[in-house]
């Protein structure tokens, strides 16, 4: 079975800066999806952004990236110039491609805060 | 466009009771998803069901149940409840069973007393 691992429970950032947050993963499939949910205090989770395991380019949207090491299992997240908008619970998703059904997997997420 | 729109937002119930909660899916979804997310962790998977049959189940007992009905909307049900059930529960829907893109609705927040 895939797990999916956020060890950071809450991490926080100045306005402006950079941060990082981390997952690490384990699966033995060589093709999958990869994904960083966003989960505001109004709870409507929403797709930052998206990694499919057989590209190796980094996926990038405006200000976030990410590192994907398919080797190592790890996929983390950066956000460049933080908001206050940022703030909120991410979640790092696995998503098979094979098997009966898109599920995804879910780690325990990381609280983010944004110091103004 | 209407996002997926989950009814009712918050329900409190006793331990035993039975719940029913529904999701409606974008316009054009054809496939539903159901999470449990409990305080402080991540969505667990439920059920996920696309042109009304159910594509797959996640590990929770048979006491949750759930249907697609011909509009593609969804109920969740759950008899017996437990203490364990609260959490908030997630609908999801996507365009179709593999659509890598899920999008998610605004959960039910479930308290069981």
């Known amino acids: 079975a895939q797990t999916v691992t956020q060890s950071q429970p809450e991490m926080s950032v100045q306005e402006a800066e950079t941060v990082t947050l981390s997952c690490t993963y384990d699966t033995s499939e060589s093709d999958y999806y990869l994904f960083w949910y966003k989960q505001p205090p109004s709870r409507q989770m929403i797709l930052v952004i998206r990694?499919?395991?057989?590209?190796?380019q980094n996926a990038t949207e405006n200000r976030f990236s990410v590192n994907f090491q398919k080797a190592a299992k790890s996929f983390s997240l950066k956000i460049s110039d933080s908001q206050l908008g940022d703030a909120a619970m991410y979640f790092c998703?696995?998503?098979?491609?094979?098997?009966?059904?898109?599920?995804?997997?879910f780690g325990k997420g990381i609280t983010l805060s944004v110091r103004p | 466009d209407a996002g997926v729109t989950q009814s009712p937002t918050h329900l409190i119930k006793t331990r035993g009771q039975h719940v029913t909660l529904r999701c409606s899916p974008i316009?054009?979804?054809?496939?539903v998803s159901w999470y449990q997310q409990v305080l402080g962790q991540g969505p667990q998977f439920i059920f996920q069901y696309y042109e009304k049959e159910e594509r797959g189940r996640g590990n929770f007992p048979d006491r949750f149940s759930a249907r697609q009905f011909p509009n593609y909307s969804s109920e969740l049900n759950v008899n017996a409840l437990l203490l364990g059930d609260s959490a908030l529960y997630l609908c999801?829907?996507?365009?179709?069973?593999?659509?890598?893109?899920?999008?998610f609705g605004p959960g039910t927040r479930l308290t069981v007393t």
């Open positions: 999801a829907s996507s365009l179709g069973q593999w659509d890598y893109e899920q999008y």
């Open positions: 316009s054009g979804h054809k496939s």
């Open positions: 998703a696995y998503r098979t491609l094979t098997g009966a059904n898109s599920k995804l997997t």
């Open positions: 990694q499919e395991a057989y590209k190796q």
